[in-house]
């Protein structure tokens, strides 16, 4: 059991994010959550933020097939 609370602790959300928003902004996001039954904005928030970072580092990520392109080839040597 003690294996569970300490994974419980390490994945404990301690920091802190605000976002500023315009009046169209909130608007907008108050439409969408009304319309999507969103009840939890920053539940929202957080998954839509992480699944954006999520595959961007996917999509970069290298790959052990891919060569070596032209225009992103260091030239200054």
Sequence with gaps: MKHSSYKKEKLKRTNKLS???????????GIYCERYRIKNKSEFFRETIMKA????????????????????????K
Excluded: C, G
Aim: hydrophobic content about 35%; aromatic content about 12%; proline content about 6%.
């Design 19 to 29: 976002v500023m928003l315009n009046y169209r902004e909130m608007k907008a996001l």
């Design 53 to 76: 970072i999520i595959k961007r580092f996917e999509d970069e990520h290298p790959s052990l097939w891919e060569e070596p392109s032209l225009f992103n080839q260091d030239t200054s």
